[in-house]
């Protein structure tokens, strides 16, 4: 079964940072897009990051950029997402999955995980 596990997630203060990981398990990640999209409580789920297969396209949602940060490691078969200067906007369940390329609708990425929480508040 193809599955995505999520992990990293946490309480964190204003102003602090967590770093994401999204591990495949049952296939390797190296021929897809990864996106990570987030639940925040009483919203829809939005797309936050994105990066392509090899690494060398990534995109990110205007209010994260220049806090959050993906990247991949095809060795070990994970993706992150590096996030800095957490805000209290920022919580949320975060979620990754798969895709044959960034910039698609969000109802064509599939092997969602469970996600996982981040929490920001004092």
């Known amino acids: 079964q193809l599955q995505l596990v999520e992990s990293g997630g946490g309480l964190v203060q204003p102003g602090g940072s967590l770093r994401l990981s999204c591990s495949a398990s049952?296939?390797?990640?190296?021929?897809?897009?990864v996106g990570w999209f987030r639940r925040a409580p009483g919203k829809e789920r939005e797309g936050v990051s994105c990066?392509?297969?090899?690494?060398?396209?990534?995109n990110y949602k205007d209010s994260v950029k220049g806090r959050f940060t993906i990247s991949r490691d095809n060795a070990k078969n994970t993706v992150y997402l590096q996030m800095n200067s957490l805000k209290p906007e920022d919580t949320g369940i975060y979620y990754c999955?798969?895709?044959?390329?960034?910039?698609?609708?969000?109802?064509?990425?599939?092997?969602w995980g469970q996600g996982t929480q981040v929490t920001v508040s004092s």
């Open positions: 999955a798969t895709s044959p390329m960034c910039l698609i609708p969000r109802s064509l990425f599939n092997s």
């Open positions: 990066i392509s297969n090899s690494g060398a396209f990534t």
């Open positions: 049952g296939f390797t990640l190296d021929s897809y897009a």
